[in-house]
């Protein structure tokens, strides 16, 4: 018999002796009466206790577990024990949930728990942002109605159970547009976890890559067309003397063509070659200004007004590469200057640093184009810039120079305005004392196409 | 046969079912315009392809949405809300159904245009901008719709403006070209009937947030005017 019986058996106990003792002394009604008295009053306090218990039921709370008396107390503090080391349990459990969470939320990555029914149970920050999606008032609501890609919900139902499959690529329906990478792994018994990546920076220099090659090819295939195309004639011997003349000027136009593509292409790639540090020489811009304006009125051969104003002011750099942007700048001018039009080159201090301009009084180029102006083979007007023989990569290579040069390249134009190309060059590149010792600078570059 | 809590939940099912292939059809929609959309813009005839071609799988969703709903009305009998959910299911899908015409109707002068030669197409940039206008009314209406969210659906009824001072100012810039140089008067035509068509992509997105208000409050809120709608203003 445990300790916990011998309070109630020596209360009762003393219940009884009480009766027993007026059966004696007053008789058997007066015991009765004491006996009945006595285990009434027990059941009311069993009763009262037991009320309390419930009560503290309905709410339970371990600062205020009812104290008891007798056998009561035992219980209570039973009780009391049993709720403290399920309270810290509890807490413990806590604790790691809210870790998991926190560690789930620290993910780079994109978490959503769906359902059977592909409802969203749980997700992460980065998929609320990712999706458009609310974690607390989009939970229960089946995930394909609000992100709707097509295929989506086919290919969540396809995926096969054990091996996590191959990764879906969906395009979200915001501005502007991002690629997002999802994979799904099941779990449970019909769960599943879904995870998705933000891939919109692979999935763009992708693209740019497939238009890179696909544009290469298209520049290089169109002049091998037209000299195929003439020697076919030639082969079967149908083309006489004049036409044939001309049919080897055109052919010699169009393998020139296809020379300045591959030498500009190559131009590009060595600019773009980590391995080849820029050459930090002391640069005459000045007399190279002069020299351009020079070379650009013989290209425009009279047709337009080219004017240039250059400050004696020197730069550190390499001549050659900024020859060939410079010149870049003036040949785009002299192609999208109608004839009268007025060029002018000028090369100025600009704030801080040093500028080198050319304006013209062209046709000019819509807003929507110059951003994307710097993009190889990108053309605002696909048949009038080939007529002109450009390669399309004029302006990449300026871009790529300027970026070897820490310099910017800052384009104004509005259509039929005109356009203003400015490379702004930084403090840190010119010249301490100024001006070029004409003797320091080496040999001038040859001009190039 | 009386009604059990299995028929009840059988019916839910289906509506919602119902309700996913809806949302479904608009996601397609939504594809199906941004492709028109994109090859306008960058003369990517693939994509008005598939704009072109993706139109019939948006007709067999709405045959076989009207379907479902027509099931559902003989075999549930619906009444109060899921009667107003059914019934705007089928308006809605009429709706999205609607859009994925005036889509293939871009895609296919886009068409036109691109094959006329190279695009010199006057206010492009602003047709662009309208067709992404109406792009992000139609996601914020189908969001709502999968949401059943009638404060989201009515600020994008108050929106609807936007995009018809777009369509006004397009145009009145159309006519000014057309009337500097008669050459262009040709692509400005189509140019007029691409901004038309996105216009009523946005009238079409619009009357779905009307039909998510209908679903959830019970109002009938088409043709009335802000003003009269004290809950709108």
């Known amino acids: 018999m445990s300790i916990f019986w011998v309070a109630p058996a020596l209360r009762i106990g003393f219940v009884v002796v009480l009766s027993l003792t007026a059966l004696v002394v007053a008789g058997p009604i007066t015991a009765l009466a004491i006996l009945a008295i006595g285990l009434f009053g027990f059941?009311?306090?069993?009763?009262?206790?037991?009320?309390?218990?419930?009560?503290?039921?309905?709410?339970?709370?371990?600062?205020?577990?009812?104290?008891?008396?007798?056998?009561?107390?035992?219980?209570?503090?039973?009780?009391?024990?049993?709720?403290?080391?399920?309270?810290?349990v509890q807490l413990r459990l806590g604790d790691a949930l809210k870790r998991m969470e926190l560690a789930t939320q620290a993910l780079p990555d994109g978490v959503v728990l769906l359902d059977r029914e592909l409802r969203i149970d749980w997700c992460n920050s980065v998929a609320e942002r990712l999706l458009g999606i609310d974690r607390v008032s989009d939970r229960g609501r089946?995930?394909?109605?609000?992100?709707?890609?097509?295929?989506l919900v086919a290919w969540l139902g396809d995926e096969p159970m054990e091996?996590?499959?191959?990764?879906?690529?969906?395009?979200?329906?915001?501005?502007?547009?991002?690629?997002?990478?999802?994979?799904?792994?099941?779990?449970?018994?019909h769960d599943s976890l879904l995870v998705l990546r933000d891939v919109t920076a692979v999935e763009r220099t992708e693209r740019v890559r497939r238009d890179f090659i696909a544009n290469v090819s298209h520049e290089l295939r169109t002049p091998l067309t037209v000299i195929n195309g003439y020697l076919e004639h030639m082969v079967s011997g149908d083309i006489d003397g004049a036409l044939r003349t001309r049919a080897i000027q055109v052919?010699?136009?169009?393998?020139?063509?296809?020379?300045?593509?591959?030498?500009?292409l190559l131009t590009l790639s060595r600019l773009e070659a980590g391995d080849n540090p820029v050459v930090d020489s002391p640069v005459d811009v000045t007399s190279m200004v002069w020299a351009l304006l020079e070379e650009g009125r013989s290209l425009s051969a009279g047709r337009h007004r080219i004017e240039a104003e250059a400050a004696p002011i020197g730069l550190r750099g390499s001549a050659e590469e900024l020859r060939s942007a410079f010149a870049n700048l003036l040949s785009n001018a002299i192609r999208y200057t109608p004839e009268g039009g007025l060029i002018r080159l000028t090369w100025k201090a600009d704030g801080d640093g040093v500028a080198y301009e050319v304006s013209d009084t062209g046709i000019g180029i819509a807003p929507e184009h110059i951003p994307r102006l710097t993009e190889r083979f990108y053309r605002v007007d696909r048949s009038r810039s080939r007529e002109t023989g450009g390669t399309g990569l004029?302006?990449?290579?300026?871009?790529?120079?300027?970026?070897?040069?820490?310099?910017?390249?800052?384009?104004?134009?509005?259509?039929?305005?005109?356009?203003?190309?400015?490379?702004?060059?930084?403090?840190?590149?010119?010249?301490?004392?100024?001006?070029?010792?004409?003797?320091?600078?080496?040999?001038?570059?040859p001009a190039s196409a | 046969m009386p009604p059990t809590e299995h028929t009840f939940k059988q019916f839910?099912?289906?509506?919602?079912?119902?309700?996913?292939?809806?949302?479904?059809?608009?996601?397609?929609?939504?594809?199906?315009?941004?492709?028109?959309?994109r090859g306008l813009s960058s003369g990517d005839l693939d994509a008005l392809d598939t704009a072109i071609e993706v139109d019939r799988q948006v007709n067999e969703f709405e045959i076989d949405i009207d379907e479902a709903c027509a099931q559902i009305i003989a075999r549930r009998q619906p009444t109060a809300g899921d009667l107003r959910t059914v019934l705007s299911i089928a308006k809605t899908v009429t709706d999205l159904e609607r859009m994925g015409d005036e889509a293939k109707k871009i895609a296919r002068t886009a068409r036109q245009l691109l094959d006329r030669g190279p695009l010199q197409v006057p206010r492009l940039a602003d047709v662009t901008h309208a067709a992404e206008v109406a792009l992000a009314q139609l996601r914020k209406a189908l969001d709502a719709y999968a949401r059943l969210d009638a404060r989201a659906?009515?600020?994008?009824?108050?929106?609807?403006?936007?995009?018809?001072?777009?369509?006004?100012?397009?145009?009145?810039?159309?006519?000014?070209?057309?009337?500097?140089?008669?050459?262009?008067?040709?692509?400005?035509?189509?140019?007029?009937?691409?901004?038309?068509?996105?216009?009523?992509?946005?009238?079409?997105?619009?009357?779905?947030?009307?039909?998510?208000?209908?679903?959830v409050d019970g109002t009938d809120i088409r043709h009335s005017s802000a003003k009269s709608r004290p809950d709108l203003a």
């Open chain 1, 163 to 189: 091996t996590p499959g191959q990764p879906m690529v969906i395009e979200t329906t915001t501005v502007p547009p991002a690629f997002l990478s999802l994979q799904v792994a099941r779990f449970g018994e």
């Open chain 1, 251 to 264: 052919m010699f136009d169009q393998s020139q063509r296809m020379t300045r593509l591959v030498e500009d």
């Open chain 2, 153 to 215: 659906a009515q600020e994008l009824i108050r929106e609807d403006v936007l995009l018809d001072n777009e369509f006004r100012a397009i145009m009145r810039q159309l006519v000014t070209y057309m009337m500097e140089d008669p050459r262009t008067i040709s692509t400005a035509i189509d140019i007029v009937w691409i901004a038309k068509a996105i216009e009523r992509i946005g009238d079409h997105a619009k009357n779905i947030a009307e039909h998510v208000v209908y679903i």
């Open chain 1, 43 to 88: 059941v009311l306090i069993q009763l009262r206790y037991l009320d309390r218990l419930r009560r503290w039921l309905r709410a339970p709370d371990v600062a205020r577990v009812p104290d008891g008396w007798g056998a009561w107390g035992d219980v209570f503090s039973e009780l009391y024990r049993v709720h403290r080391r399920e309270e810290q």
């Open chain 1, 394 to 445: 004029g302006l990449a290579i300026v871009k790529h120079v300027l970026l070897r040069h820490q310099a910017s390249l800052v384009i104004e134009s509005a259509l039929g305005r005109g356009a203003v190309f400015r490379c702004r060059f930084p403090r840190a590149r010119l010249l301490v004392d100024g001006v070029v010792d004409p003797r320091a600078v080496s040999g001038r570059v």
């Open chain 2, 12 to 37: 839910d099912s289906d509506l919602e079912n119902v309700r996913s292939k809806v949302l479904q059809m608009g996601g397609l929609v939504e594809s199906q315009i941004r492709n028109a959309v």
């Open chain 1, 142 to 151: 089946i995930l394909t109605n609000l992100v709707r890609y097509p295929g």
